[in-house]
């Protein structure tokens, strides 16, 4: 929350933080929204917006069961189909987190989701579109030259 809370501070806007619990249905329609967290720790995966081309849910059987894994829906030729962290029981080395603006409730609002299969996965997230380097390499990569390019 700190980082976000930074950036709005140098762009002269407000921040308003709400538990997901606590967030109402005019909140959803009513504002742009930033969702930081994994369903997983946060609201059910039915309340928090998702994206059509990754959505995340819990591993239902083997070793890994009960870790979250964010599920690519339509994986591309050489895309895994899933991403999950290191398993628990040893040193974490690799996890994976969602940024992903999406269309809000209202057409008129936007959303940002922030959400990694872990605590850490989500703090990159963050990490990654509030540090200037890190969020004009995204840029670059989603080919927007400009902010006025970005549409969601």
Known sequence: MHNLDQVFATLHQSLRVKLGSLLSLDDAKNNDLI???SPS?????LDVPSTKEFVFRKVN?????GNMEIVNVQPGQGEPDTYIATPGNIPL???YALV???RGLNPERSELILAGTTTIGTQAAVEFVTRESYLSSLLERMKVRKTS???I
């Not at 720790?41 to 995966?45: A, D, I």
């Not at 059987?61 to 069961?65: H, K, N, P, Q």
């Open 35 to 37: 969702f930081i967290g």
């Open 61 to 65: 059987d083997g070793s890994r069961t």
């Open 93 to 95: 080395t690799e996890d």
């Open 100 to 102: 992903a603006p999406v």
């Open 149 to 151: 390019d970005l549409t």
């Open 41 to 45: 720790e946060n609201l059910t995966p």
